[in-house]
């Protein structure tokens, strides 16, 4: 199957500083990139659906000024976590899909600790 | 809104045991249906998957059939083993968005 890579797999940064997690689709050409944030011991919640060369679409709940993402090339998205707060520590997955009725494939996540 | 409902967990067993994780779902259209195996501190891995009603999808032993008349997607495997031991979720896939939509999940246990 096809491969989405994320970095970093494990960052801690402290109290207010900004955080940037890259979602890169490997082997094809994500059209759509899909934002999870997971809570310990709980599933999958989507934060965010980006578009190439379009605004972000923020499930209802999820702020935007807070979540930065970016989707500028058809194999990469960016979530960037601004002043971020101990509350904003989870598990972040990304996926990406080439098109719509395809399959998405996900990114190995990256936990993220604020001190 | 589209919603997985999966079986509580956590699920202990012995190994060699037989393995049933239920699973239904509520969409609206023809969505694809997937199990996904999450390892302690690790990403998701797809498990199997099933695009249309009736399909079966297996892999590593383990199967689940897409019933449109149930609106399920049960997880099944004949007898498990230690290395089993993961969180599994169900999970659909609007096949027009393309986003996925999870369960809750079910933590499965296997002691030797």
């Known amino acids: 199957g096809a491969v989405v890579s994320q970095h970093p797999s494990r960052v801690i940064c402290k109290s207010g500083t900004s955080v940037k997690i890259e979602c890169r689709s490997l082997?094809?050409?994500?059209?759509?990139m899909f934002w999870y944030r997971q809570f310990p011991k709980q599933s999958l919640m989507l934060m965010a659906t980006?578009?190439?060369?379009?605004?972000?679409?923020?499930e209802q709940g999820v702020e935007k000024d807070k979540f930065l993402i970016n989707h500028a090339s058809l194999t990469l998205s960016t979530l960037t976590v601004t002043s971020a707060h101990p509350e904003d520590s989870s598990f972040y997955i990304c996926?990406?899909?080439?098109?719509?009725?395809?399959?998405?494939?996900f990114g190995q996540g990256t936990r993220l600790t604020v001190v | 809104g589209d919603s997985v409902t999966q079986m509580e967990g956590p699920v202990t067993l012995s190994e060699e045991a037989f393995l049933t994780i239920n699973c239904t779902y509520t969409?609206?259209?023809?969505?694809?249906l997937f199990w996904y195996v999450q390892y302690p501190g690790e990403g998701l891995q797809l498990l199997l998957k099933?695009?249309?009603?009736?399909d079966k999808g297996s892999n590593k032993g383990f199967e689940a059939t897409y019933r449109k008349e149930t609106t399920s997607f049960h997880l099944e495997k004949g007898s498990v083993q230690v290395s089993d031991s993961a969180v599994y979720f169900c999970?659909?896939?609007?096949?027009?968005?393309?986003?996925?939509?999870f369960g809750d999940g079910t933590t499965l246990t296997v002691k030797p």
């Open positions: 980006s578009n190439e060369g379009s605004k972000a679409t923020y």
């Open positions: 996926s990406g899909t080439p098109g719509h009725g395809d399959e998405a494939f």
């Open positions: 969409a609206t259209g023809y969505p694809s």
């Open positions: 099933a695009t249309k009603a009736d």
């Open positions: 999970a659909l896939s609007d096949n027009n968005a393309g986003k996925s939509t």
């Open positions: 082997d094809f050409q994500a059209t759509t």
